[in-house]
């Protein structure tokens, strides 16, 4: 969908087509919420009265829920806070910790502030709102909060992962008891689970080749539900209308009380997915979701529910299928088709959702490493997970299985929607205060209005608790368990890595050839250290009396913005005397951004090293990050003007060349290695094939040239990686609870998730492990 953005999306051209899009990718569970709303907030099947008090209250607060929610909250207000284009719970993070203190990533950089996504509003903060902002930095615990908030919101995201396909396709095919009433619960089980299979089993093949019926299914599904319910009113009961007035809200809640109260729980249902809104902002345009919601499907929502309860007015026994009973026998047969169709296309695009949500946790290091497939190469950021495909799978059954009742999945389901909800309103109060930088009072007006509504709603869920809704309770506290003990254990194992990295003062009294003998090739030593060497170095270098003449020190880490820009990408500095031949590369990655396993990371390195090296006459125009050392002195290379670099693609052998200056000079052959991975590694594909030319120009600094030529000539020799392979243990004075977390919960994450090597597509024959034992 990323494509579709290179449109003019302030045309109205443009803007028609992103809606379009729109309605396949982000309304798909939103509009099939008629299918069980009424079911569930009636499901204590309750004696109605004859002037229909209940089912227009209901209808009265399905209509202003509708409209302060996806419409006023986040329609005029929340779709306001993206973050260059993006949405979502991350984005709200991210902007946070842009423009406050606020993020718990250890590695971050002054530099990382020159990326052209880093975007800050430079306008005066008004002194209360610098206040709080100092209060929020201030306070450790308070940015802990802030990150367990976050992670509550993710995990019930991915609740909403398990129980949006169980719940949405067990509604749409328990259609067939209005035409067959005869047949057995277990058939219609049996059906669901079936649907269920196949749709998660399809989840590897991606969206790509059947994603353009998507949109015409839910505007068929629409249509159907719309013109259903425009032919209820007319027909049984064009007197619904008069339910838009609050005055049914507070007949019905006198009327009810307690019971009206406790009934909010299914009514909220009627707003699930309106979170996508905000979460799939980076696929479209804010015009183009507002013009998709308030155009077409508002309205088509609103007469459906309108039709329903026209419907049920005059059929009070039906209450348990309005929806299904509703419709005329005419038609019966094509809307079940469509609406099975659109449950199946709702539930697609939150499993899809839930894939991106934990692939970004795993970016910014709050999820085990997990092995993550692009599915499409046209639509950015699509992707498929195939353990947590298979998880959710699993769960889903159970859950569809184990309670066979929409009513007791719509108890756990609202729990779920409406805790990310309220989590997107703490953080949006926040945003305004900070990024916003508007008035604190402004702030507690959106947070009092909008969180007391939603507050509302999640106590009338709760009471539900033991009818379902603890399901969303047990898995939002396993995810969050997992996700904060993994980012608990990977800042310790950080901070051990900061306090006992190698002294600068012992690295150069070893003098240039380290006291150990310097042997042909590169070495790339993998860490989590922006600054400094880590100890693995050390511990390496004491027990083997060799090392590569070229060390590279790389680190990937990530920054809180959403993309990173290629040409940005790559941070090149120098360890030590340049004598050393020691360098750190630093490639920085956003929370979205994608790290393709046939990335020519070899080449792309060795190019940027060059280009580093060449720049190197030119010190005063590298930026700093100011840290005080020379090694913290890093240059963006990719957009180093004027380096004399450029790449030839020859077709002769499928070769690529990179050239230093002038081409046409003496070059060198690929290095051995090279058909030794590919038939030792056939299933990492086809490498490209690369050739360097140094420059014949006089010009070039002798110094310089020597330093490529060394450069290059270590290319050839070949190329090894050393990576840490770590055993975290919590020191012997720590707590009871920490040393379960650690030494049992992390260790067992850490055994069980994607390895380091396989993760970073290092190739095994050039791999070299250095085993220690972190204490923390």
């Known amino acids: 969908m990323k494509v579709e953005k290179g449109l003019q999306q302030n045309s109205f051209k443009a803007i028609l087509t992103l809606a379009y899009q729109s309605f396949g990718v982000v309304y798909g569970d939103l509009s099939t919420s008629p299918l069980y709303v009424y079911r569930s907030t009636f499901s204590q099947k309750w004696q109605l009265h004859e002037d229909d008090t209940e089912i227009l209250g209901v209808l009265s607060f399905i209509f202003y829920t509708l409209t302060l929610i996806p419409v006023m909250k986040y329609i005029f207000i929340v779709l306001s806070a993206d973050d260059n284009g993006e949405g979502g719970t991350f984005a709200l993070y991210s902007l946070l910790c842009r423009h406050a203190k606020l993020s718990m990533l250890p590695n971050q950089q002054t530099i990382d502030k020159e990326l052209s996504t880093y975007k800050l509003d430079q306008d005066v903060m008004d002194n209360k709102c610098s206040k709080f902002k100092i209060f929020l930095e201030k306070h450790k615990n308070g940015r802990t909060a802030l990150l367990i908030v976050v992670l509550l919101g993710t995990s019930m995201v991915i609740g909403d992962g398990i129980l949006t396909p169980a719940i949405s396709v067990l509604s749409a095919v328990s259609g067939i008891e209005v035409a067959a009433p005869n047949l057995h619960d277990h058939v219609i089980d049996l059906i669901a689970c079936i649907v269920l299979v196949g749709l998660f089993a399809l989840q590897h093949f991606g969206t790509r080749k059947v994603a353009f019926m998507f949109a015409p299914i839910v505007l068929a599904w629409l249509f159907c539900i719309s013109s259903i319910g425009i032919y209820n009113i007319f027909r049984w009961n064009p007197h619904v209308f008069c339910a838009l007035s609050p005055y049914y809200m507070y007949n019905y809640l006198s009327k009810m009380g307690t019971a009206g109260w406790a009934s909010l729980g299914g009514i909220l249902l009627s707003i699930t997915g309106t979170e996508a809104m905000f979460a799939d902002l980076g696929h479209f345009s804010r015009s183009s979701i507002k013009v998709a919601f308030t155009c077409v499907v508002y309205p088509s929502l609103v007469l459906a529910y309108m039709g329903q309860a026209a419907y049920l007015s005059k059929h009070h026994g039906d209450i348990q299928m309005s929806f299904y009973k509703s419709i005329p026998r005419a038609v019966f047969w094509p809307v ?415 055994r069980n998730c994607r390895g380091s090597a396989v993760a970073l597509s290092i190739p095994h024959i050039c791999l070299i492990e250095v085993g220690m034992i972190y204490y923390v």
């Open 336 to 750: 079940f088709v469509v609406a099975t169709l659109a449950s199946v296309v709702g539930s697609q695009a939150v499993i899809s959702a839930t894939f991106s949500v934990i692939r970004q946790c795993s970016a910014l290091g709050c999820f085990p490493r997990v092995k993550v497939v692009h599915t499409s190469k046209n639509i950015y950021g699509q992707v498929y997970i195939p353990e947590i495909n298979w998880i959710l799978l699993i769960l889903c059954l159970a859950i569809t299985i184990g309670f066979r009742d929409t009513i007791l999945i719509g108890h756990a389901y609202g729990i779920a929607v409406i805790t990310v909800m309220f989590v997107t309103t703490c953080l949006m109060s926040l945003v305004i205060v900070v990024v916003w930088q508007r008035s604190i009072l402004f702030a507690l007006c959106f947070l009092v209005f909008f969180g007391s509504i939603e507050l509302l709603y999640i106590s009338a869920a709760l009471v539900k608790v033991p009818e379902g809704g603890w399901v969303p309770l047990v898995l939002s506290f396993i995810f969050m368990a997992i996700m904060y003990v993994w980012h608990y254990g990977t800042k310790k194992k950080y901070e051990f890595d900061v306090q006992n990295k190698v002294s600068m003062k012992w690295l150069l009294a070893l003098g240039p050839s380290l006291g150990i003998v310097r042997v042909p090739g590169i070495g790339l030593i993998y860490t989590e250290l922006v600054t400094g060497v880590p100890p693995i170095f050390s511990h390496f270098v004491t027990n083997l009396p060799a090392f590569h003449e070229v060390l590279v020190f790389v680190c990937i880490k990530s920054v809180p913005v959403p993309y990173v820009p290629p040409q940005e990408r790559f941070l090149i500095g120098r360890i030590g005397p340049k004598e050393y031949r020691m360098y750190r590369c630093i490639l920085r990655y956003g929370y979205k951004d994608v790290r393709k396993d046939d990335d020519d990371f070899e080449n792309q390195l060795i190019l940027s090293i060059g280009e580093f090296i060449q720049s190197g006459a030119a010190q005063s125009k590298i930026p700093s990050t100011n840290e005080g050392s020379d090694d913290a002195k890093m240059a963006v290379v990719g957009t180093t003007a004027g380096s004399g670099m450029n790449l030839i693609v020859s077709d002769l052998e499928d070769m690529e060349q990179f050239s230093y200056g002038t081409p046409g000079c003496k070059s060198f052959s690929v290095p051995s290695l090279q058909d030794l991975l590919e038939i030792e590694s056939p299933h990492l594909g086809r490498k490209k094939r690369v050739k360097f030319e140094l420059p014949k120009s006089p010009d070039v600094d002798p110094d310089i040239r020597d330093e490529l030529r060394e450069l290059i000539d270590a290319r050839e020799a070949g190329i090894a990686y050393i990576i840490g392979h770590s055993y975290v243990q919590a020191k012997k004075s720590s707590s009871l609870l920490k040393k379960f977390a650690v030494d049992v919960v992390y260790s067992f994450l850490r």
